[in-house]
């Protein structure tokens, strides 16, 4: 198999299916933790440190978008959109960096990413969540307030 096909079929992959695993080894290296394995309780305690949610919660967020695509017109981002495109956008609503700073953290142990190439997914995935309220957000917890 060539690389071309390999690496296409691992977006696809990433972008229909990610594990626990999968997402926990991209957010390590998003925060510069690559080799180092803690206890799964650490783990998941630093990735919702710096996420604020769990994995879990991110993958289940995550599938949603997913299977909510065809309520975005043709030409979106969704196309190309992967599980790191979502963590960045976790990333942004939780700290709520400055663009420099964000494009920094969100490049990890590679690089610095654009800041075009950032906003265009970040706030995608921002309006991709926003319209899954309605499924998300329990109208009891909004008539309790």
């Given at each position: ?136 957000v329990s109208t009891f917890q909004?008539?309790?307030?």
């Amino acid at each position: 198999m060539s690389t071309d096909a390999s690496s296409t079929n691992d977006a696809k992959r990433q972008r229909l299916d990610p594990t626990v695993l999968e997402v926990l080894e991209l957010s390590q290296d998003m925060q510069n933790r690559t080799g180092r394995i803690l206890s799964d309780e650490m783990e998941y305690s630093k990735f919702r440190g710096f996420y604020g949610c769990t994995p879990c919660v991110a993958i289940i967020l995550w599938q949603m978008i997913d299977a909510s695509k065809h309520l975005f017109g043709s030409p979106s981002p969704m196309s190309d959109l992967r599980i790191i495109h979502f963590l960045w956008a976790l990333y942004w609503m939780k700290h709520y960096p400055t663009e420099a700073t964000a494009c920094a953290i969100m490049g990890g142990c590679s690089k610095a990413i654009d800041p075009k190439t950032m906003r265009k997914y970040v706030w995608f995935v921002i309006y991709a969540l926003a319209s899954l309220e309605e499924v998300v957000v329990s109208t009891f917890q909004l008539l309790m307030l």
